[in-house]
């Protein structure tokens, strides 16, 4: 093979918007997309090279497994050779599940659990002191401690929380000489026994003896006790008739109370299993949220369960049909105080601290209290090799910038980048071989300070013998990859080319390549020559002490565009998202937020609104397009009606609607496409084959304003729209501020499940752009230039100016240097993350915070400003 051939090649790749698009793959390299939104990059990254891989192992999967897994749509290219298995690292990927979290997607929890188990020193949770173990003898003259007179039964417990039939143990039970046992709560006879539900978990306790409590009993009562002891190793459990139940256990039981531990094993410790979960709130942390099984009939006879929802029963926080998930106030168990664990699980002990403290730590904090520990000599040996793995695993943690989440955090509450940079913690973890990873910005959310801690392990996954791709726009990255890949020339329909391919200096030496322009100096997000002063009045929050806030006091110029910096974990969104905009949406909205804590805030009656502009997604079904989003469509449904054809045939906008009957196609309901559940993976999008996608019916269609058709207005750009509807003021200033946020690749009627976050976060932009602005609003936007490319980070500055320049206040959460030198103020949070930050190093204009010793940003400033 030539050398040119080793790698993946791509031949003739047509996915999306791509225009026939080959390129070859170096294995074993870094490999970066890069290209304006929109251009393209993720059609390639994930949709052809990832899904391809995808395909083909399931391909390699049985005919019975592939008959669950049929419809992996084969990817639009001509042909790819070279594939290794390919697994992807994205944003969407982490689980919204309210059971999934830091802990267990990272396995550091699995860890903790096993350590608890093997080495945790159990206490009794009445009187906090180790419990003990007792010797028959003791167990013995405790029982003869009860009242004269009382029955009972010995029983020895032989199985707790076991599946299976269980039918041969009773008839060895009963050949022993064994008459009755206690299955599930209820006795039965021996002789007489049926197997048990194979599937279910089952409690047995055998009955050794029925017993009254008499003077002359000692000897018989001795003889059940070590019979019971020697059945169930170590264990026996004396039940009243009243149904009290006593544990015994020559292992371990409290001297005072006698409290005994039931077999300390990891799954004590899970929260996801019901022997280690609170009983009020079933492992959820919460009783806000209940859980519903939702089961279907099989075809084998008896019912399947098909998933697990979580109905949310707390307060709601504003009264919108369409809330987005996230917003949940969850107040904690009453019992188990959000531990999500028993008492039993909370009172195993290391070194004074329960697993469920130790959950709560930040990460650094954990892997210093984990490196201090000190075993005894018996338990040296398997704490070692656990603890080994634990610190391991934290070490990458820390290393990819996460270090200040505690493995309690629930993973539905981490950021895009968060969420994608803990799963890269645990591939690193993992050392596979020979894996195509493929990622989508890993950088996102994180301070240029760590850029080089998360290429560095980037660079040991490669050095491993895995080929990296990535999609990825900030130059650090795109200066550290091997082969740099840039798609262009424009977004959307005018992009899907390959613009330059080469080294990162072979790009910058490519007059073709617009990134490459901007890597080597020649275009640049230019420094603005005044910074504005503000309009004199502000914003004071004091006291804000959310998190890790260590009562911070924000003094915010209005009128200006600010600047919120600091490294990843500095307490930026507590301060800004948590407490600034939720006291600010109470205030003016009347929302059920309940704001972090803080002592008081000035200066509300300087703003008459607040706009958050976040990057949750506009829309969670297909049926949701950007152009409902921003009041676009319903003025073009009432054009399409208005037009003399449609009066003729008494035609209402709702019949240009593809989410009514009447207008939209039946087979597929309006969508286009129709859906098909998969059993194992997630469900699949076929077109429709009655409209081929188009969405409306045949009489819909014979529509036409200017010789196009409803559906033919859905196809277009937005900058194609933008020509088409100049006559038309009102739709023309919707789809011209579209365009402005740099969106006119995006077709109308595309499904906002497509839009990547940055998308959905401009497509937002516009809706308020396109309102007549009071010039006394504050806009917060977090994090805008997640997704963007060079260019569009100028496109979004110069926007975000003209905001400011009209007299609003913008602000923005921002790691992106280019973005924060063009602030009129900069808030610099730090010094550091976690514990170790929540205080506000620097204010001021740039210049003067890059003058601060103290400040992260302030070094990064320096370099940009020159």
Known sequence: MSQSEDGIVVKGAKEHNLKDVSVVIPRNKITVFTGLSGSGKSSLAFDTVYAEGQRRYVESLSAYARNFLEQLKKPDVDSITGLSPAIAIDQKSVSTNPRSTVGTVTEIYDYLRLLFAKVGVPECPIHHIPVASQSPQQIVDDILKKSMGTKFYVLAPMASGKKGEFLAEFQRWAKKGFVKAKVDGKMIELDKATKLAKTKTHDIDLVV????????????????????????????????????????????????????????????????????????????????????????????????????????????????????????????????????????????????????????????????????????????????????????????????????????????????????????????????????????????????????????????????????????????????????????????????????????????????????????????????????????????????????LQNVDLKLPLGTFTAVTGVSGSGKSTLIIDTLYKILAKHFYKAHVQASPYKKIEGLDKIDKVIDINQRPIGRTPRSTPATYVALFPMIRDLFANLPESKLRGYEPGRFSFNVKGGRCETCMGHGQIRVEMHFLSDVFVTCDTCLGRRYNRETLNIKYKNKSIADVLEMSVGEALEFFRNHPQIYRKLETLHRVGLDYMTLGQSSTTLSGGEAQRVKLSKELSRRGTGKTMYILDEPTTGLHFDDVRKLVELIQELATQGNTVLVIEHNMEVVKAADHVIDLGPDGGSAGGEIVATGTPEQVAKVARSETGRFLKAVLK
């Not at 509450?413 to 071989?433: D, F, K, M």
């Open 209 to 548: 003896d029925q017993l009254i409590l008499k003077d002359n009993l000692k000897l018989r009562l001795s003889e059940s006790i070590n019979t019971a002891i020697s059945m169930a190793n170590g264990r026996v459990i004396i039940e009243t008739l009243s149904g009290e139940r006593t544990n015994y256990s020559i292992h371990s039981a409290c001297p005072i109370c006698g409290y005994s531990y039931p077999d300390i094993e990891p799954r004590l410790f899970s929260f996801n299993n019901p022997r280690g979960a609170c009983g009020t709130c079933h492992g959820l942390g919460t009783i806000d949220l209940v859980e519903e099984e939702q089961f279907s009939d099989s075809e084998v006879g008896g019912k399947k369960l098909d998933k697990v929802v979580y109905k949310y029963k707390g307060k709601k926080t504003s009264d919108d049909d369409d809330e987005e998930e996230e917003e949940m106030v969850l107040s904690a168990c009453p019992d188990c105080h959000g531990s999500r664990l028993k008492t039993e699980a909370l009172n195993i002990k290391i070194k004074e601290k329960n697993i469920a403290e130790l959950s709560d730590m930040a990460g650094t904090e954990l892997r210093q209290w984990i490196s201090k520990l000190e075993w005894k000599a018996k338990d040296q040996l398997i704490a070692d090799k656990i603890n080994k793995q634990i610190q391991s695993r934290l070490d990458y943690l820390i290393r990819v910038g996460t270090g200040y989440l505690s493995l309690s955090r629930p993973s539905r509450t981490l950021s895009g980048g968060e969420a994608q940079r803990i799963r890269l913690a645990t591939q690193v973890g993992s050392s596979l071989i020979g894996v195509l990873y493929v990622m989508d910005e890993p950088s996102i959310g994180l301070h240029p300070r760590d850029h080089h801690r998360l290429l560095n392990i980037i660079g040991e996954l490669k050095d491993r013998g895995n080929t990296i791709l990535l999609v990825e726009h900030d130059e650090d990255t795109i200066r550290y990859a091997d082969f740099v890949v840039d798609l262009g020339p424009r977004a959307g329909v005018l992009g899907g080319e390959m613009m330059a391919q080469g080294t990162p200096d072979q790009l910058a030496a490519n007059p073709r390549s617009l990134t490459g322009k901007y890597l080597n100096g020649e275009m640049r997000i230019p420094v603005p020559e005044k910074r504005r002063k503000g309009n004199g009045e502000f914003l004071i929050l004091s006291g804000a002490t959310g998190n890790n």
